[in-house]
Structures are given as structure tokens and as C-alpha cells.
């Protein structure tokens, strides 16, 4: 049967690259609230989240093979609505796809860990230590346990060359307005290139269907959110300047300090997760 791939958040930062890569794995359908912000060249429909009954109208109307199911609210935005799209949401998903044998790809969150036990592995219990985490591992949980076929990718820090990442562009309106900028520079993390996640969803989606539970896919370089934050200010030309300034984020309290992940299961299916300095220099080789 050929690929038809139903993906949610399609016009979130990672659809803007997943739906144009999708394309080459099968047919997709893109949904959001309003169809019309949905990317290019999916096909798109309107879908609230929030609407259970619409949830499962949309899903038995497209019938597709599989469920990238990538939306998500991001903490500043409401709690009740996080609570919504991230956990009761995605139970929602799990229990459509369960009833008609929908493969179902969770994008799911390291905000699940606290950063205090790291590295971890791909079946690490997680500990959440914000709403925004245990929103994530609710919705984890939900559809693991709904439907225990599916896979939850845990990711990290989501950057892609050629599209501002918003915490970039939040550095960005920062200086732009004259304000100080703080860079941790003990803070870990592994981001990951905006494409190669991508395809890692779509084979999941796709081509490693009997793979289920939770895994990791973060990118293979561990760096300090300063190290990353200047490598992609640096990447949009965005001059830094006296008004930056590197601190220790241990003060910080409920920061995640440590989000070191081990990315086996992924490794051992093939899937290659570059780090942002060979992502970085292969661009490089490219344009230049
Ligand atoms: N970005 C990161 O660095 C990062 C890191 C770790 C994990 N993740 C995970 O990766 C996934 C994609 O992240 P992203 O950065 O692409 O997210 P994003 O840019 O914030 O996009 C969120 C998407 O969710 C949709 N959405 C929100 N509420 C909705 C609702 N009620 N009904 C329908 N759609 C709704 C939005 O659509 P509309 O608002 O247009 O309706 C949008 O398409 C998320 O699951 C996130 O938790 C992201």
C-alpha cells in the first residue's frame, strides 16, 4: 500500500522542513488550526486539537498509513490548552489510529528529563521537572499505552540553515532592542538538525514500523547552549557584540542542566544525526 502520511503541526519550525521531506516518502496531508498556514506542497486541512470529535473526523476522512503527529503547545502559552494539545490530544490520536491500524509517530520532548541523571538512555523513565515536560511525558504516555505499536522520538533542540529557529530569533529582537543577552555556558544539550530529524520521522512513519516505545534523536554533538547560541547567531549574521554575556545557569531554578542523550536505537537503524558543527561545515562546503 503506498505511503500516506498525516502530519499535525504542519505549520509549526518543524514542518517547514518534515513536510517538503515527507513528500518524498509518500502522499501527506498537513493539518493545523487554520489550513491556509499549513506549508507547501502538503495537501491541508483545518484541525483543532482541542476538538476530539474533529480529531477523529479529519483521521477517519484521510485514512493514512501513518500519523506524524508533531503539534504541540510551547510553554507561554496557556497552560490548560498545553495540557490539551500535548497530552489529551495526542491520547486522542493514539485511540483513532489504534481503531484503524494507523502507524503513530510521536514527537516527543528531552523536556521530559530534568537534567539531573544524564546521559540518557533511550528508555530512560523520564522526570519531568516543568508543566511543559510533564505535558510532554503525559502525551507519551497516553499514546503508549493506548496504542503500544507506536514510537516516541525524544528530541532536543530543533535548528534547521535556513529558517530562524525561534530561540535564535528571540536573541535576535533582544539585541535588536538594545537589551542584554545571557548565554549559559554549563547548560548541555544536543540540538538537532531540523532535517535529519525529518527523515528520521518519516522512516519511522514509514519504513521501521515495527520499532515502538520511546527513543531518543538528538544530534551527535554535545554543546552548551552559549557554544549553540553563538554558532547559530553567527550562522544569521547577528552581531553580538558587548551586550553578550556567558553565565552559569546553576542559579537557575528548574533548570535542566544536563541533557546529555544516548541515541542507540536510532544508531543502530542506520539513522545518521550530524552535529551542528558538521552540519555547519558541510553548509559551508556547499555555498561556498
Ligand atoms: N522546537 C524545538 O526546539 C523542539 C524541541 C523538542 C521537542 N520539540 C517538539 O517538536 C514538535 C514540533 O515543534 P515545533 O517547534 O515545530 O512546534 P511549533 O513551531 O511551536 O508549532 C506548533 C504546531 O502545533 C500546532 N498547534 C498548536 N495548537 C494546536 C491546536 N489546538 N490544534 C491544532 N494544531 C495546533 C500549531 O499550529 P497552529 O498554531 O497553526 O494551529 C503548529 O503547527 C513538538 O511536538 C515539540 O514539542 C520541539
Not at 490520536?93 to 537534567?115: D, H, K, N, Q, W
Not at 530543533?158 to 537589551?179: A, H, M, P, S, V
Given at each position: ?16 522542513r ?49 500519523i ?29 489510529a ?13 523536556s ?31 499514546v ?40 549559559f ?22 519504513e ?52 546529555r ?10 539513522i ?16 561556498h
Amino acid at each position: 500500500m503506498p505511503n500516506k502520511i498525516l502530519i499535525t503541526g504542519a505549520s509549526g519550525y518543524l514542518a517547514h522542513r518534515l513536510i517538503p521531506i515527507a513528500t518524498g516518502y509518500g502522499e501527506v496531508v498537513g493539518t493545523a488550526r487554520k489550513a491556509e498556514s499549513v506549508y507547501q506542497p502538503a495537501d491541508a486541512l483545518s484541525l483543532d486539537l482541542l476538538d476530539a470529535d474533529a480529531i477523529k473526523r479529519v483521521v477517519e476522512k484521510v485514512r493514512p498509513t501513518a500519523i506524524i503527529h508533531a503539534a504541540a503547545i510551547n510553554p507561554g502559552c496557556g497552560d490548560e490548552m498545553m495540557v490539551g494539545v500535548n497530552h489529551h490530544a495526542s491520547a486522542t490520536l493514539a485511540e483513532v489510529a489504534s481503531r484503524l491500524g494507523i502507524r503513530l509517530v510521536f514527537v516527543s520532548s528531552e523536556s521530559g528529563y530534568s537534567g539531573n541523571a544524564a546521559p540518557y538512555s533511550d528508555h530512560a523513565i523520564p522526570d519531568p521537572s516543568n508543566l511543559y515536560g510533564t505535558s510532554k511525558v503525559a502525551g507519551e504516555q497516553a499514546v503508549l499505552s493506548i496504542l503500544p505499536e507506536s514510537v516516541a522520538v525524544r528530541t532536543s533542540l530543533i535548528y534547521g540553515l535556513d529558517k530562524i529557529d525561534r530561540g535564535t530569533q528571540g536573541f535576535r529582537e533582544r539585541l535588536k532592542r538594545g537589551e542584554p543577552l545571557t548565554l549559559f555556558d554549563d547548560v548541555l544539550r544536543q540540538p538537532v538538525w531540523v532535517d535529519s530529524l525529518s527523515h528520521a520521522l518519516c522512516r519511522l512513519a514509514t519504513e521501521f514500523t515495527d520499532i515502538t516505545g520511546t527513543m531518543n534523536v538528538v544530534g551527535d554533538e554535545v554543546m552548551s547552549r552559549a557554544v549553540f547560541g553563538l554558532a547559530m547567531m553567527k550562522h544569521w549574521c547577528i552581531e553580538a557584540g558587548d551586550n553578550v554575556s556567558l553565565v552559569s545557569g546553576a542559579e537557575i531554578k528548574g533548570m535542566q542542566m544536563d541533557l546529555r542523550c544516548s541515541c542507540e536505537r536510532a544508531k543502530a537503524l542506520g539513522i545518521t544525526l550530524p552535529g551542528v558543527s558538521e552540519v555547519l561545515a558541510l553548509h559551508h562546503s556547499d555555498t561556498h
